[in-house]
């Protein structure tokens, strides 16, 4: 049984920083292509970052580039998102999810391209 758990959310002031984490088990996560997505109320849920199975690529939205970091510890089973210089239009649910390997890197932005997704953490950015 596939598992995906993100941690580390919360209510932050502009400007502030916070370390999302995704822990996953039952699978072979190394294989996995990974990308966080989020989802403000009332809007679509929406693409934020996504890196490639080692690692050693990564893609981001406009809105997140230069603030925010997506990494991953294989041997950890476990993917981050360092967000930094948070800003009130951050606040969302965040998830994360996998994708299978055979994925192009060019299409990690595509939630319909994820096959196992997690619960979500809330991320409040106060002004």
């Known amino acids: 049984q596939v598992q995906l758990v993100e941690s580390g959310g919360g209510l932050v002031q502009a400007g502030g920083s916070l370390r999302l984490s995704c822990a996953a088990s039952?699978?072979?996560?190394?294989?996995?292509?990974v990308g966080w997505f989020r989802q403000a109320p009332g809007k679509e849920r929406e693409f934020v970052a996504a890196t490639t199975t080692s690692g050693v690529h990564t893609t981001y939205a406009d809105p997140v580039t230069g603030r925010f970091t997506i990494s991953r510890d294989n041997a950890k089973n476990t993917a981050y998102l360092q967000m930094n210089s948070l800003q009130p239009e951050d606040t969302a649910v965040y998830y994360c999810?996998?994708?299978?390997?055979?994925?192009?890197?060019?299409?990690?932005?595509?939630?319909?391209?994820?096959?196992?997704w997690g619960q979500g953490t809330q991320v409040t950015v106060s002004a």
């Open positions: 039952g699978l072979t996560f190394s294989t996995y292509p």
């Open positions: 999810a996998t994708a299978p390997a055979f994925v192009p890197f060019s299409v990690l932005s595509t939630a319909a391209k994820y096959n196992f």
